[in-house]
């Protein structure tokens, strides 16, 4: 499903954000990227939805060679994708329904059908009855899980999620992991960059693991 | 699906018209008073323009003829002013018939005439010119042709009211034009940066936009639209705040003016020239906000 070939990635010499990453997660996995923070977890994940690119190497994404793929029509990528930034990128000035439903409108689903796919995702992160409030208004916590149900609502085939229990507590944290398993039972990809060891202990299937750049090992559990 | 889109992006642009309100007031005066400057000039211009063409209806080129010339010679001087292209009719006034309108016109002067032994007044072609070919440039060859004529004794053509007229109407449409342009080119840049800076109010959303798969298109729409009302709205502003002046200005000022009152008038504007004023707002608006645009949808 996602193959990267020889990966490097410099933001400013001399320094390499990523050292020849050569990794293969296939479909349905649920994998871990871990590693101390400027390990290049985020690099790694910016580079797979094609936020940034890399210096060297390539990347095929569902058959596809991200790379040659133009600018004008990055999209086609996005759209197989659900992403959870680790600060959230939530809108503030709109309401949680809104912020859930914006992929849906890109994709020009009718009013009716966004209502009842917002709605299911906002049921599946428990949050259905805070639908019409402001982010500002909600706890960090459900700030998270409305991230997650905009990453969801969609039926991605790739959820990728950057530190997404990151400041949460032990047990809104393994909440939270719960759904993306919930998510991947589904038939969804889920690759999630995480440094917290708990979790990977407990619910992790196929961990990375990355130091100053490099990938050190790769684990199946 | 294209309905569904349809539906977003009008409402989407209203919102965001809503949510910078004060920003968006902002750049439709700034519109709105550069349009106005211009409508001013154009309807300025418009009552020169149209007095000049009322003074061009009336004007009448004389053609003096000498005396005693026999009939062939006055039939070749008629078929020579005909062939003019200028030409828009042509009276033949004979010398009893012009002393006969100079007494209506002067009755007083009646027992003069009287006093006379001969008829002094010659006998003329009187001609009018067509009203859209008249400009010194066309009429001066043509008359100078018909001086050379023989049996044409003088030429009686008062031009000049006309041409000042029109000269000014030119330079009063000119001046709009040029002060217009500036301030139009200014209120583009002023549209540009408000609606740039609207962009970077949203910089996040335009961001998480492109994450989720929205495409460029998708993203720019509902800022374009934004431009383009934001300017045609200006546009109908200006119109509004002309009509104004329009109704206004007789009333406070048209006294004062007394004889320039008819120079110094405003005129509506034709319906094109209106639908010029507004879709040129809407152009800025949507060139402004495209200029704005285009750094934040590189990538």
């Known amino acids: ?221 | 699906m294209i309905f569904q889109k349809i539906k977003y992006f009008q409402r989407e642009t209203l919102n965001n018209l809503w949510q910078f309100r004060a920003r968006n007031i902002f750049s439709v005066t700034i519109i709105c008073l550069s349009f106005l400057i211009v409508g001013i000039f154009v309807s300025l211009s418009n009552n020169l323009q149209y007095t000049a063409q009322q003074l061009s209806k009336d004007m009448v080129v004389v053609f003096f003829l000498e005396k005693n010339m026999d009939e062939s010679d006055r039939a070749t001087i008629e078929q020579e002013i005909k062939k003019s292209s200028l030409v828009k009719g042509i009276k033949y006034i004979s010398s009893d018939q012009a002393m006969q309108n100079f007494l209506n016109k002067f009755p007083e002067l009646k027992e003069i005439v009287d006093n006379l032994n001969t008829n002094p007044f010659p006998t003329s072609f009187e001609v009018t010119l067509s009203e859209k070919d008249f400009s010194y440039t066309e009429t001066q060859p043509f008359l100078n042709k018909m001086k050379e004529m023989k049996g044409i004794e003088d030429i009686q053509f008062n031009k000049d009211w006309v041409e000042k007229m029109q000269s000014l109407s030119r330079l009063a449409r000119a001046v709009g034009f040029f002060l217009g342009g500036i301030l139009v080119l200014a209120s583009f840049f002023i549209v540009s940066n408000v609606i740039k800076l609207n962009v970077l109010a949203r910089k996040d959303e335009i961001e998480i936009l492109r994450l989720v798969g929205g495409t460029n298109t998708f993203i720019r729409v509902p800022f374009l639209a934004e431009g383009i009302l934001l300017g045609a709205l200006g546009g109908i502003l200006s119109l509004l705040f002309l009509f104004i002046v329009i109704r206004l200005f007789p009333v406070y000022l048209g006294a004062s003016l007394g004889i320039l009152s008819e120079l110094i008038n405003f005129r509506y504007l034709s319906l094109s020239q209106s639908i010029a004023i507004i879709s040129s707002g809407a152009v800025i608006g949507f060139f402004g906000s495209m200029s704005s645009l285009a750094k934040f949808l590189k990538t």
């Open chain 1, 1 to 221: 499903m996602i193959e990267l070939y020889h990966i490097w990635k410099q933001y400013q010499k001399p320094d390499w954000a990523l050292k020849d990453i050569t990794l293969n997660v296939n479909q349905g996995d649920f994998c871990f990227v871990t590693g101390p923070s400027g390990s290049g977890k985020t690099t790694l994940l910016k580079i797979i939805f094609r936020q940034i690119f890399p210096t060297h190497g390539q990347i095929i994404v569902d058959g596809r060679n991200i790379l040659r793929i133009s600018d004008h029509k990055i999209f086609s990528l996005r759209r197989t994708m659900g992403i959870v930034f680790q600060d959230f990128r939530l809108l503030f000035h709109k309401r949680v329904f809104d912020n859930v439903a914006v992929v849906l409108q890109v994709l020009g689903f009718s009013r009716k059908e966004v209502r009842r796919r917002v709605f299911n995702a906002l049921r599946m992160v428990n949050l259905n009855h805070k639908m019409w409030e402001y982010p500002s208004h909600l706890s960090y916590g459900e700030q998270q899980r409305v991230a997650i149900a905009r990453a969801v609502v969609n039926n991605p085939k790739i959820i990728l999620a950057d530190e997404p229990t990151g400041n949460l507590d032990t047990e809104l944290a393994f909440e939270i992991m719960s759904l993306f398993t919930e998510i991947n039972k589904k038939g969804a990809t889920v690759i999630i960059c995480t440094h917290d060891r708990e979790l990977i202990r407990h619910f992790g299937k196929k961990i990375f693991f990355l130091y100053k750049g490099k990938l050190l090992r790769e684990e199946t559990i």
